[in-house]
């Protein structure tokens, strides 16, 4: 009923119009037809007036007096199709949007650790694809509702102009809805594969696209589309079926109403029952009726057909807002000390990858991050962000829990710059601003502090430079340190970089090197590193490995005392980054 309610666009008084409307229209439909069937026998007949009983009403009139009130009646037919068709486009356009927008509002909302877990080209799927299919739903669902009542009005008009014909066809048509059934539920599961197939499909694309450069060099263009052909192939033959079900079940459904009615006039005519005009009218509704039939029972399969599409996008929304992660009321207003105290974490359960790690961190401080590949580095970032949260232990600021702040507060007193840069295909300054209320003088100040605005003067906008959805006219330091621009922007008390200087060349990198220390002042940097020089501003240094927080200390004390870090020195003297 829920799903019901959402395809209907959740509005009463469109689906309540929509539903007057059907039934006048039915009613309007029934009378031409009866009127029609009545003028013709009795100009068959070669009478200037009908003189006929419908139902309880005696009818007594001209044929043109008749011919004209069906003439009008005709007209207001015609003018009835006007909210018959614009209340359903209504409603189904008003449900492709709200569960567009309510999709991903829930996944902004849901927490890091939700929204890192999903597979590539899923979320353009769900919201493009299968939210487009789950709102063909709505089509069916406000079709269903059409057609039922317009079946309903025209059955009812039948049983009384002639109630044995038309009691006897209406228990058929049921019967052959239910023998139907499970031709529907079939429908159903195969509309299910098909939702899935199109999930699979896009992530596959989505990869294709992404790697389409290392598929190019490595020339496995044949292997890639076969990879690819496979998907489609998996996509068509459920569609296959599902397009067949769509089709033949609504057609075999009127072809045998057909067959019913023309079996049923035969057995009246058998009978002798009826007067020839009024058991004309009779068949017309029918027949008429029986394509209303057709049309309950495809609407009615539509709709079950979106089902599995309406779940897979509200399912989706309820798991990420499941997600949402805990924040407090508590402001922060400034950061005076982190701590964590015996910290554990773990992707998976009972596999740490980071162990009870315990530190404190002061105001202003600049901390390096170093540690083998693997051993927890970014992990830890994202704890201090607090992208994602601790399974055991503590984390504190101004000794307080973290779980206890304002996410708004939070955010704006923590600033992050990533592995790798990721740029928007807007302006440089629509880049560093992103998305933030700030001015002009603002962007500018972090493009002076991160060391990329003499850069951006010399392009060809300024700070309208327009940057391509790759940013391909930006060096890789260039766009680095528009992220460490962007991340400086709203001023923030904490900024923490991964691996700033992992893609750069020594020149891109000695400028880096320039705005960290600039910036040493300013904020308290902690700085995940990849060359040892980058240590070199450091207060002091944490050595993780394992998962574990080997040593923490001054780079001076670690030269002397710390193995792992003794022997990065000297590679790093040899020339080689690690
Ligand atoms: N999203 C994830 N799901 C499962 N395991 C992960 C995930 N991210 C990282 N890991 C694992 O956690 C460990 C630490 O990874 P990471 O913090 O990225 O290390 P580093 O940044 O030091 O290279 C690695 O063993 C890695 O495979
Ligand atoms: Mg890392």
Not at 237 to 262: A, D, E
Not at 343 to 364: K, M, W
Not at 539 to 568: C, I, P, S, W
């Amino acid at each position: 009923m829920a799903r019901f309610r959402l395809l209907l666009g959740d509005s009463y008084w469109r689906v309540s119009t929509l539903m007057v409307a059907s039934v006048v229209a039915g009613l309007i439909e029934a009378a031409i037809l009866a009127s029609v069937a009545q003028a013709a026998a009795a100009l068959v007949d070669g009478a200037r007036r009908v003189d006929t009983a419908i139902g309880p009403l005696h009818l007594n009139e001209s044929i043109t007096i008749m011919l004209a009130v069906t003439f009008g009646l005709a007209v207001v037919r015609l003018l009835l199709q006007v909210p018959l068709s614009i209340l359903p486009a209504r409603i189904v356009t008003i449900t492709a949007a709200k569960l567009q927008r309510d999709t991903f509002a829930a996944f902004t909302r849901a927490s890091w650790a939700e929204k890192a877990s999903a597979l590539e080209g899923h979320l353009q799927e769900l919201l493009s694809n299968q939210v487009w299919q789950a709102s063909q739903g709505s089509v069916a669902a406000t079709g269903l509702i059409s057609s039922v009542l317009t079946l309903a009005t025209l059955v009812f008009t039948a049983l009384l102009l002639n109630a044995v014909a038309a009691a006897g066809v209406l228990v058929l048509a049921i019967l052959l809805f239910v023998v139907l059934r499970p031709l529907n539920q079939l429908a159903a599961r195969r509309a299910r594969g098909l939702s899935q197939a199109g999930m699979n499909f896009a992530s596959g694309v989505g990869e294709a696209g992404r790697l389409a450069e290392e598929t190019q060099v490595f020339g496995v263009g044949t292997a890639q589309r076969q990879r690819i052909d496979q998907l489609v192939e998996q996509m068509r033959g459920l569609y296959f079926r599902t397009q067949l079900l769509g089709r033949l079940v609504p057609n075999v459904y009127q072809s045998v109403v057909y067959l019913i009615v023309v079996a049923g006039l035969a057995l009246l005519h058998a009978a002798n029952a009826g007067h020839v005009a009024s058991l004309g009218a009779v068949v017309l509704l029918l027949v008429r009726a029986g394509s209303y039939g057709q049309q309950v029972q495809g609407s009615y399969l539509g709709v079950r057909q979106t089902w599995p599409y309406v779940d897979r996008v509200l399912g989706t929304q309820r798991h990420y807002l499941a997600s949402v992660p805990v924040t407090g009321s508590r402001q922060l207003t400034h950061v005076r000390k982190l701590a964590f105290e015996s910290v554990s974490y773990a992707y998976v359960p009972n596999r740490r990858v980071l162990s009870t790690i315990t530190f404190d961190v002061a105001e202003g401080e600049t901390v390096g991050i170093v540690g083998p590949s693997g051993a927890g580095k970014s992990t830890l970032v994202q704890l201090l962000l607090g992208l994602r949260a601790q399974d055991e232990g503590r984390y504190l600021v101004n000794d307080v829990p973290v779980e206890q702040f304002s996410s708004s507060d939070w955010t704006a007193r923590f600033a992050y710059v990533p592995q790798e840069p990721r740029l928007m295909h807007a302006s440089v300054a629509d880049n560093i601003c992103y998305f933030r209320p700030l001015d002009h003088a603002a962007v500018e100040r972090a493009a002076r502090l991160a060391r990329i605005h003499d850069d951006i003067l010399t392009w060809s906008h300024g700070y309208d430079t327009l940057i391509g959805p790759r940013a391909d006219a930006v060096s890789g330091g260039q766009q680095q340190r528009i992220c460490i621009a962007r991340a400086l922007a709203a001023e923030p008390e904490v900024l923490v970089l991964d691996e700033p200087t992992s893609s750069l060349d020594p020149q891109s990198e000695n400028l880096l090197q320039q705005s960290l220390r600039g910036l040493k002042s300013e904020v308290t940097l902690f700085i995940v590193a990849h060359r040892m020089s980058t240590l070199d501003i450091c207060d002091r240094v944490m050595v993780v490995a394992d998962g574990k927080l080997e040593a923490f200390d001054t780079v001076e004390n670690l030269k002397q005392g710390n193995a792992y870090y003794r022997h990065a020195t000297e590679l790093a003297r040899g020339g080689t980054s690690f």
